[in-house]
T-cell receptor, first 113, second 113 residues
Framework: GQNIDQPTEMTATEGAIVQINCTYQ??????LFWYQQHAGEAPTFLSY????GLEEKGRFSSFLSRSKGYSYLLLKELQMKDSASYLC??????????????FGGGTRLMVKP | DAGVIQSPRHEVTEMGQEVTLRCKPI?????LFWYRQTMMRGLELLIY????????DSGMPEDRFSAKMPNASFSTLKIQPSEPRDSAVYFC???????????FGQGTRLTVV
């Protein structure tokens, strides 16, 4: 099985930088995804990490350390529209459900003016 | 492509009634997933199909839940009889491969009263 932990809520100011952490425990790690979900909408894909290091995509970056079972999503130059839930999802290669995604509970980010 | 299409967007039903949720995946995607999202439990995988065949239904909560995929472009999730604790948002998602980026539909918000 998998255990994925994220903070429940975070608050940040428009224009600032925020880091959302995710820790996980899995027997057969095979990739980590970040999804964004606005209230009442579907999750949408943000980033994917399978190797250690930082993946940058515009204002959003995602970091992975496999040895520490740790990832973070970094959002720069925050905008009001970034207020959403951010879901960390881990892919596990083992068992009948191998290579399936298991989602964390999500971090609700509130961006204030 | 219009993306993953789910219907209805909202469903309110009385306890004991049968509920059928529908999904049309993205053309060419071989994998289809049904998720349930609640505040308490987050996003949970219920069942997934590969090439119209159910592969893993270990997430289906109980026998009241059933899912079918009669062809590559259509799937249903049925709850019979429905109970108030089934109230949640049900998402359908599809992907090219079971571990790659999943594209989500807009979800069906189910309320059982």
């Amino acid at each position: 099985g998998q255990n994925i932990d994220q903070p429940t809520e975070m608050t940040a100011t428009e224009g600032a930088i925020v880091q959302i952490n995710c820790t996980y425990q899995t027997s057969g790690f095979n990739g980590l995804f970040w999804y964004q979900q606005h209230a009442g909408e579907a999750p949408t894909f943000l980033s994917y990490n399978v190797l250690d290091g930082l993946e940058e995509k515009g204002r959003f970056s995602s970091f992975l350390s496999r040895s520490k079972g740790y990832s973070y999503l970094l959002l720069k130059e925050l905008q009001m529209k970034d207020s959403a839930s951010y879901l960390c999802a881990v892919r596990d290669r083992g068992g009948n459900a191998g290579n399936m995604l298991t989602f964390g509970g999500g971090t609700r980010l509130m961006v204030k003016p | 492509d219009a993306g993953v299409i789910q219907s209805p967007r909202h469903e309110v039903t009385e306890m004991g009634q049968e509920v059928t949720l529908r999904c049309k995946p993205i053309s060419g995607h071989d994998y289809l997933f049904w998720y349930r999202q609640t505040m308490m439990r987050g996003l949970e995988l219920l069942i997934y199909f590969n090439n119209n065949v159910p592969i893993d239904d270990s997430g289906m909560p109980e026998d009241r839940f059933s899912a079918k995929m009669p062809n590559a472009s259509f799937s249903t999730l049925k709850i019979q009889p429905s109970e108030p604790r089934d109230s949640a948002v049900y998402f359908c998602a599809s992907s090219v491969d079971r571990g790659t980026e999943a594209f989500f539909g807009q979800g069906t918000r189910l309320t059982v009263v």
